[in-house]
């Protein structure tokens, strides 16, 4: 069965501090889709980034980075120079395969606070 | 505009009342789902529909009945509701049902069940 593990379920950080959030995954597929979601207070999960379990490269988009690393079945998100903006609840999620059969797992999130 | 719309933002309901919830997704997208957002808890995935075909049901209380008339539309339908059931509810689409579609997300209903 596929689980998706956030520890961390409150951050608090200062502006312009970096903080990473941690997301640890479980899956037995080989083949596999790795997601973030950011929830702000407004309530709708709007979609940061997807990668799938062929392509470790990490990415950069403005101040977000993402690190994943099959070794150690971990999809970390690191946001530079923080932002009160950034202020939200941060999800992680894996989905099996592809198909009508597919399962989206959401792990239980992380509250990001970012104070001025 | 957002792609996905829900209606309305809250709803305080009794137990005994009848209501429904709406969403709209204006993506051309082929899937739409009703999740339950309770606090402390993961997101819960409630219901899944393919081109206006239900394609999942996890084990929800029959109170709880969804209507998807097109696949722009989706409803959920409320009736003699529990306390316990107060959440946001959240309505999404994506293209396809599938593990690399991502979801886009309504703004949710926040239901109070008194």
């Known amino acids: 069965a596929q689980k998706v593990t956030q520890a961390q379920t409150e951050i608090s950080v200062v502006e312009k501090e970096d903080v990473t959030l941690d997301c640890v995954y479980e899956t037995r597929d080989t083949t596999y889709y790795l997601f973030w979601y950011k929830q702000p207070p407004s309530g709708e999960l709007v979609f940061l980034i997807r990668?799938?379990?062929?392509?470790?490269q990490n990415e950069i988009s403005g101040r977000y980075s993402w690190n994943f690393q099959k070794s150690t079945s971990s999809f970390n998100f690191t946001i530079t120079a923080s932002q009160v903006v950034d202020s939200a609840v941060y999800f992680c999620a894996l989905s099996e395969f592809a198909g009508a059969n597919s399962k989206l797992t959401f792990g239980k999130g992380i509250t990001l606070s970012v104070r001025p | 505009e957002t792609g996905v719309t829900q209606t309305p933002r809250h709803l305080v309901m009794g137990m005994t009342n009848k209501k429904s919830l709406k969403c709209e997704q204006h993506?051309?997208?082929?899937?739409m789902y009703w999740y339950k957002q309770s606090a402390k808890k993961p997101l819960e995935l409630m219901f899944v529909?393919?081109?206006?075909?239900?394609?999942e049901n996890n084990s929800v209380p029959s109170r709880f009945s969804p209507e998807c008339p097109n696949s722009s539309h989706l409803f959920l339908h409320l009736h003699t509701l529990q306390p316990e059931d107060s959440a946001l509810y959240l309505c999404?689409?994506?293209?396809?049902?599938?593990?690399?579609?991502?979801?886009?997300f309504g703004n949710g209903t926040r239901l109070t069940v008194t």
């Open positions: 999404a689409s994506s293209q396809e049902i599938g593990g690399d579609s991502p979801l886009h």
């Open positions: 993506l051309g997208h082929n899937a």
């Open positions: 990668r799938n379990s062929f392509d470790e």
């Open positions: 529909y393919s081109l206006e075909e239900r394609v």
